[in-house]
T-cell receptor
Framework: AQSVSQHNHHVILSEAASLELGCNYS??????LFWYVQYPGQHLQLLLK??????LVKGIKGFEAEFIKSKFSFNLRKPSVQWSDTAEYFC??????????FGSGTKLNVKP | DGGITQSPKYLFRKEGQNVTLSCEQN?????MYWYRQDPGQGLRLIYY???????QKGDIAEGYSVSREKKESFPLTVTSAQKNPTAFYLC??????????????FGSGTQLSVL
């Protein structure tokens, strides 16, 4: 089975600070990579995804992620966070069998 | 509106009791999934189904059972064999079971607690 590691379990930032959340996966084959976000009291929703092509992908709300194949990484970034970005963020990988594997999640608290 | 409906929102189980969590989707999706979410552990796959009348075990299937008799329905039964059932259960779906690049659509979840 694949594994997905998220290094930061809880991150606290002030508004306008820059954000980078780490994600590493274990599968050596072709993968599709995702970041999902869960705002308080809401469904999990897709933030961005990478299938192929440009390794720098842009998602909603100013988020972006970079796929570095040699490092098996797919880190999430945002140059300037807002209070409304307070949420839990999950990295996920989808293998050739259409199984999705999730990381343990990172809780982000943005102080106004 | 199309989407995934999970019910009930909260469920309590007594010792030795089987309980069934409902998941219904009207998105015409082929593949459906059940995940368990525990604090600090993220989402772990319990069972998934790529097409009707077929399903596969995920990473933590012990103590759970599913059925997929209809495309739109994928109920999860938490049996008495599951010794630590307290968790948040999420149902999800994707449009086509045989492709590998579709995002997951999630339901709103069911919180199961043991009395």
């Amino acid at each position: 089975a694949q594994s997905v590691s998220q290094h930061n379990h809880h991150v606290i930032l002030s508004e306008a600070a820059s954000l980078e959340l780490g994600c590493n996966y274990s599968y050596g084959g072709t993968v599709n990579l995702f970041w999902y976000v869960q705002y308080p009291g809401q469904h999990l929703q897709l933030l961005l995804k990478y299938f192929s092509g440009d390794p720098l992908v842009k998602g909603i709300k100013g988020f972006e992620a970079e796929f570095i194949k040699s490092k098996f990484s797919f880190n999430l970034r945002k140059p300037s966070v807002q209070w409304s970005d307070t949420a839990e963020y999950f990295c996920a990988v989808n293998d050739n069998f259409n199984k999705f594997y999730f990381g343990s999640g990172t809780k982000l608290n943005v102080k106004p | 509106d199309g989407g995934i409906t999970q019910s009930p929102k909260y469920l309590f189980r007594k010792e030795g009791q089987n309980v069934t969590l409902s998941c219904e989707q009207n998105l015409n999706h082929d593949a459906m999934y059940w995940y368990r979410q525990d604090p600090g552990q993220g989402l772990r796959l319990i069972y998934y189904s790529q097409i009707v009348n077929d399903f596969q075990k995920g990473d933590i299937a012990e103590g759970y059972s599913v059925s997929r008799e209809k495309k739109e329905s994928f109920p999860l039964t938490v049996t008495s064999a599951q010794k630590n059932p307290t968790a948040f259960y999420l149902c999800a779906s994707t449009p086509r079971g045989q492709t590998t690049n579709e995002k997951l659509f999630f339901g709103s979840g069911t919180q199961l607690s043991v009395l």
